[in-house]
């Protein structure tokens, strides 16, 4: 077992913190809330990004914005020996995470990026799917970690494109929820029940994994968050940023950031992700209910 550091211990670094310790690894952590790093039994909790830098041979960050990661990054380059990785689980900039890793290269040190799906849940139940960008060998010497914490483990290239990965994968989650709200107002505006509507949709075979699972929770609003609004319309105007460098055409992605950024405006952010529901029902000047499924 390593020496392992974790910055940021909100929803999903708490529950990565906690597992790490439950496998036996000596684990330093550190919150811009300190409550928070002292709540997580048998890790160590300190009150700087040095200290972990110091600590540790491998240190994790969960944190909410690429401003940040590049902040904490120059932070633990100071302190931190030669040859640690700084891993980095956050949702973040393609390009902002390549610029990290060469300053960190021209100080042998090494950055691996591997954002996840899965959630706070999912950190918890060590059900995550890890989408890895960096070299090979820091990459092989975080894997053990990634692979007791997750499910699913895809080392994509170097820096640059598990977070490339990470975007396109919100892309399509955002766009099939938000294009599901829309279908089901659109039928709930001709006043078709919107359990038929899916029953419909799930056996027309037009279906995804919002119609197939997500939909069920429609009904229950005010959820305590555990990936907010505002996050959500965090990444979706990095996705709309990746798309205009890249050069590609990208007018969905252009339309999920006015989506969220909407929703945001109308003061959802603080809110769970689930109720984007309520943004649909407020476009739409309708109510979005869905009654039970029958009996089986």
Do not use: Y
Not at 89 to 105: E, F, M, Q, V, W
Not at 241 to 249: C, E, F, I, K
């Amino acid at each position: 077992m390593g020496r392992v550091g974790v910055v940021g211990v909100g929803n999903i670094g708490r529950a990565i913190a906690t597992n790490l310790v439950a496998d036996g690894h000596v684990v330093t952590v550190t919150d811009t809330e300190p409550a928070r790093a002292t709540a997580i039994v048998g890790a160590a909790a300190v009150s700087s990004v040095s200290e972990v830098a110091a600590a540790s041979e491998i240190t994790i960050t969960s944190l909410p914005t690429p401003e940040v990661v590049a902040e904490v990054a120059a932070q633990w380059a100071d302190a931190s020996p030669v040859g640690a990785i700084l891993l980095d689980i956050s949702t973040t900039s393609p390009d902002g995470n390549r610029a990290i890793a060469d300053r960190l290269t021209a100080r042998h040190l090494h950055f691996v990026e591997a954002p996840l799906t899965g959630g706070a849940v999912g950190a918890e139940q060590r059900t995550l799917v890890f989408m890895v960008g960096g070299a090979d060998e820091p990459v092989g010497r975080c894997r053990p970690l990634l692979e007791a914490l997750g499910r699913a483990t895809f080392h994509l290239g170097p820096v640059g494109t598990g977070s490339t990965m990470k975007l396109a994968n919100s892309l399509l989650a955002f766009t099939s929820t938000w294009a599901s709200l829309e279908a089901l107002s659109l039928a709930a505006q001709a006043g078709i029940d919107l359990r038929d509507a899916v029953e419909v949709v799930r056996t027309a075979g037009a279906s995804n994994f919002f119609i197939d699972r997500a939909v069920e929770g429609i009904n229950t609003r005010g959820r305590v968050p555990q990936f907010s609004l505002s996050l959500a319309a965090k990444d979706a105007g990095l996705i709309d940023d990746l798309a205009t460098a890249s050069g590609l055409p990208a007018p969905v992605a252009r339309a999920m950031a006015e989506v969220f950024a909407d929703a945001v405006d109308r003061g959802l952010g603080p809110r769970d992700w689930s109720d984007l529901v309520l943004l649909a029902e407020a476009r739409a000047g309708l109510e979005l209910h869905l009654r039970p499924p029958p009996p089986t």
